[in-house]
């Protein structure tokens, strides 16, 4: 059994002539928070798009515990322990807070008994019977979350969830992101904002025009210089 | 505070539990009583069969958002379905209902694909399946087998009376099947694939076996729909069964009461047919006129249905 949760080998992806992804390689642990960085068009969102099966990948593998998930549908992919988030929160709409959480609570079989629990890390207990289209981008963003968690994942993909945050407000994401990786989920974050990924991350994947370009701690990235190139262009 | 959200949760369960046998008992007893009061029991009978046919419409569009506008081909496979039956096997008629029923979900299995595709692409893929099953079973070369244009005969089992009572079993059927869309979890997994399919997936759901589902639930009640008013009726030739103003109809009693409640199809059914009687009764020569501004009247001003006037004023539309 390999102590790897995550592997990706080898993976292409490309829309028409364009490539997005050119021979991406990285592998996760259990418990990790790895940062994904790069400018925008660098293929951050398609990675994550082609782990959660929104996208299947044109070459390569990706692995998940061991096991070839390349064709897996998205729904087998969460009931497997992958869930996300999505850059712009997508959320039943019509639903209240909590039927958002319970919808995903009866798919994998949760105790309805957890709900509540769940409600209550993202902090919007309170707003359980919000409807959730009434509910800020950001509330919608932590709840988001929330029915990714009510997934039971072993990873999980979390795509720019503090655009838009408040320091203060950064500053519980990022208690939040710690303690669920304490719990054992371990994180792929998309994320610009770089001093919240120092603070969660031991180590990032930079990539550019779709190929990994650096993989280290975020503080070793800001020396490279493929990345400088990468981020403000060659000399 | 997290006892309270869970308390109201449990306790809705049995609450719609209980407003769903109320209804069920009352949809009974008006239609056993229906009848007795009123003489003209075909009028009658032609009510239910279009409650039928709108709540099996919403069972689709009020819960997964697919629009058929071909839904009528269900409808006449059913009732073609089970008129062949009557007259190649020795069945009962029930039986022959039934089997009309299982040859309209299973032309569903067969137009399944046509779930890939999405909003107008679907409803006109779907338009263009139930006239292909017209032409079908209208084609002269094949008389011998459908009646071709001379349609049917199924008088051997004529029997008003026992059929107003099968369609108000069907009706039964399909107003108890959208009252566990509206309040199982099943149902609270189909509003959330309708309003978004990736998050839905994400969230652990089967997409695909969701909406299939849906979809042959639908097909099966508009078969047995067909199925009761072919041996309501005995005779008909393919345009009764097959022509589009039973889509038509089926999509504006619908959308006239509300989608993806249970209530909404029963009241646009029962209001817009008994009106669409009266008009064609007492001023045939204004009755295209006054339904279709009727029609416009409601698009404009109540798109989300007649009982979204109540939902607007904060009261839980069952």
């Not at chain 1, 990285?26 to 929104?54: C, D, M, Q, R």
Request: glycine share 10%; with cysteine; hydrophobic share 50%.
């Amino acid at each position: 059994m390999s102590s790897e949760l995550l592997r990706l080998v080898g993976v292409h992806k490309h829309f028409g002539a364009q490539i997005v992804l050119n021979d991406v390689n990285f592998a996760v642990s259990p418990g990790e928070i790895i940062g994904l960085v790069g400018p925008n068009g660098s293929g951050k969102t398609t990675t994550i798009n082609v782990i959660s099966g929104l996208l299947q990948a044109d070459e390569g593998e990706v692995d998940f515990q061991g096991h070839k998930i390349n064709r897996l549908p998205m729904h087998q992919r969460s009931r497997l322990g992958i869930n996300r988030t999505f850059q712009v929160p997508k959320v039943f709409r019509d639903m209240t807070a909590r039927e958002n959480i319970e919808v995903a609570a009866r798919a994998v079989h949760l105790p309805v008994t957890e709900i509540d629990p769940i409600l209550h890390d993202i902090g919007l207990l309170e707003l359980a019977s919000r409807q959730a289209g009434s509910l800020t981008v950001n509330q919608q963003k932590l709840l988001d979350l929330g029915r990714a968690l009510a997934t039971r994942p072993k990873l999980l993909l979390v795509d720019e969830i503090g655009a838009g945050l408040s320091p203060a407000e950064l500053h519980v994401i990022a208690d939040l992101l710690q303690k669920l990786s304490a719990r054992g989920i371990a994180m792929i974050v998309v994320e610009h904002l770089l001093e919240f990924l120092n603070r969660i991350t031991e180590r990032v994947i930079v990539l550019g025009a779709g190929r990994m370009l650096f993989e280290g701690p975020l503080s070793a990235a800001s020396r490279d210089p493929e990345v400088i190139a990468a981020f403000i262009g060659a000399a | 505070m997290p006892n309270s959200t869970s308390t109201q949760n449990v306790s809705a369960k049995p609450n719609r539990l209980r407003t769903s046998i109320i209804l069920l008992v009352v949809l009974t007893a008006v239609f056993l009583v229906a009848p007795h009061l009123y003489a003209n029991q075909s009028l009658v009978f032609t009510i239910m069969t279009f409650i039928v046919l709108a709540q099996g419409l919403n069972l689709l569009y009020g819960f997964t958002g697919y629009l058929p506008f071909g839904y009528v081909g269900f409808f006449g496979s059913g009732a073609y379905a089970t008129s062949l039956l009557v007259l190649h096997t020795h069945l009962p008629v029930l039986a022959c209902v039934a089997g009309g029923g299982l040859a309209a979900a299973l032309i569903g299995v067969i137009l399944g694909p046509l779930l890939r595709l999405s909003g107008a692409y679907f409803s006109i893929a779907n338009l263009a399946a139930s006239q292909i099953l017209f032409f079908v079973v209208s084609n002269p070369d094949l008389a011998d087998i459908t009646g071709g244009p001379y349609g049917l005969k199924i008088e051997q089992v004529y029997d008003p009376t026992a059929s107003y009572y099968c369609m108000l079993v069907v009706l039964l059927i399909a107003c108890g099947l959208a009252a566990y869309f509206r309040s199982s979890g099943f149902g609270m997994a189909l509003r959330a694939i309708k309003q978004d399919p990736v998050s839905a997936a994400m969230a652990g759901l089967n997409v695909v076996r969701h909406r299939l589902i849906a979809w042959l639930v639908s097909a099966l009640i508009a078969g047995l729909a067909g199925g009761v008013y072919a041996w309501g009726i005995s005779v008909f030739y393919p345009d009764a069964v097959f022509t589009l103003d039973f889509s038509v109809f089926a999509i504006v009693f619908a959308l006239f009461g509300g989608v993806g409640t249970v209530i909404g199809p029963i009241v646009g059914a029962s209001l817009l047919y008994i009106l669409y009687s009266a008009i064609g009764i007492s001023t045939p020569q204004y009755f295209q006129l006054i339904y279709g501004g009727l029609i416009v009247l409601l698009v404009l001003f109540l798109p989300g249905g007649l009982l979204s006037l109540l939902q607007r004023r904060g009261i839980n539309v069952f």
